[in-house]
């Protein structure tokens, strides 16, 4: 459909018909919104939104993967800790630090032993802790470290060394007596 304009003007020879139908083509694309400038750069946004979500998506998913991994360690050592947990009996408070303060377990006489040779260990377990075996504590460090409380057979970093090698330059006297 024309317009009573375009009708005079074709009559006249003012314009040709091809003309005509290209203007009405391009009036028509601008009255539905789709010409063909916008219409890269709205497809150019539509890409990098596209783009940003699957970013986001991935890095979503990546996080709640990590947070399975974490609770199924977590689960793995809370069933190995109750599958090899010694009772906690015994007339003796074994204390020990943890988190900044001193917290203290009943123990037999060869459990404080054992403790202090570092042949058993102490972990968290869920509000309290357990009192476990050395190849148990060898399990449980490979998969959350952070539940081993108290392990003797691990030696401290100490900085003896560096103190033995700073002291060493210094003469101590043969016949000093204390």
Not at 99 to 106: E, Q, V
Request: charged fraction near 35%; charge should be positive.
């Amino acid at each position: 459909m024309r317009n009573p304009l375009q009708e005079q003007l074709l009559k006249a020879g003012l314009a040709k018909k091809s003309k005509i139908d290209q203007v009405a083509r391009e009036q028509a694309k601008l009255r539905h919104g789709k010409s063909v400038a916008s219409s890269n750069t709205d497809h150019a946004e539509s890409e990098r939104l596209r783009l940003e979500k699957i970013e986001r998506d991935r890095a979503l998913a990546a996080e709640r993967n990590a947070q399975a991994r974490l609770l199924e360690q977590r689960a793995q050592v809370r069933q190995i800790v109750e599958q090899t947990k010694l009772p906690i009996e015994g007339e003796i408070d074994y204390r020990f630090e943890c988190d900044g303060a001193i917290r203290s377990l009943r123990v037999t006489e060869p459990v404080r032993r054992h403790l202090s040779k570092g042949v058993l260990g102490i972990c968290r377990f869920d509000a309290s802790y357990a009192i476990i075996p050395r190849a148990t504590i060898e399990k449980i460090e490979t998969r959350d470290p952070t539940m081993i409380v108290l392990d003797h057979s691990r030696k401290p970093p100490t900085a003896d060394a560096a103190d033995d090698d700073f002291y060493s330059q210094f003469k101590v006297p043969d016949d000093l007596i204390w």
